[in-house]
């Protein structure tokens, strides 16, 4: 019997960072920037020098502030031409997440987003525990539609399987949107 392929994704927050999880054997990595912080989007300079220097595919988290996901018209505004930006300069995937007030995804936001992220991949970033306050103890519901491919909820080297229906880990309307395979997500600071 055949192992599949395990892909190892490693949040960076800059070069040093990036060459290690690339000398550790990552496979591909997630750049922001204020892990300390859930994780903000990185500058434009980080992501062309780290693609300069590490040959991975580098997915980039576009969050605006710290907080919860709930943005304002001008933060998915600015959202929105991040997301631009990275994908002309070379990123191989962008990593977003919006809600709303009430907890659920926010799917106007993310559909917007992800129009802008074409052709690129597109990961959901922390659904099940980033809640606005007045939503606390609700789970996040809805999906973000579009070719959102890849859930990621936060956590530090774990193996996590993608459901392939509602199962433990993954919001049962997030499920059907992940690929298949097994993924190792882990933070190199």
């Known amino acids: 019997m055949q192992c599949p392929q395990v892909e190892v994704e490693i949040c960076v927050d800059g070069v040093g960072s990036a060459r290690n999880a690339a000398a550790g054997g990552a496979s591909r990595l997630e750049l922001c920037a204020g892990l300390a912080l859930g994780g903000l989007s990185p500058s434009l300079g980080t992501l062309v020098t780290i693609k300069a220097l590490v040959k991975l595919p580098v997915f980039v988290l576009v969050r605006p502030r710290a907080g919860d996901f709930c943005y304002s018209c001008d933060e998915v505004d600015l959202m929105e031409k991040d997301v631009t930006l990275f994908r002309e300069h070379g990123a ?11 907890g659920d995804v926010d799917k106007d936001i993310c559909q917007r987003l992800i129009a802008a992220a074409k052709p690129l991949p597109v990961t959901f970033h922390r659904v099940p525990r980033s809640h606005h306050p007045d939503a606390r103890g609700r789970r996040a519901r ?10 990621r909820s936060p956590g530090r080297a774990r193996i996590g399987k993608p459901a392939r ?5 993954y919001p049962g309307p997030l499920a059907g949107l992940c690929q298949p395979g097994p993924v190792v997500v882990g933070v190199q600071r």
């Not at 229906?165 to 880990?169: C, M």
């Open 165 to 169: 229906g509602p199962g433990p880990g």
């Open 142 to 151: 809805g999906q973000p539609g579009g070719p959102a491919a890849r859930h």
């Open 92 to 102: 191989d995937g962008i990593v977003l997440g919006a809600l709303t007030r009430d």
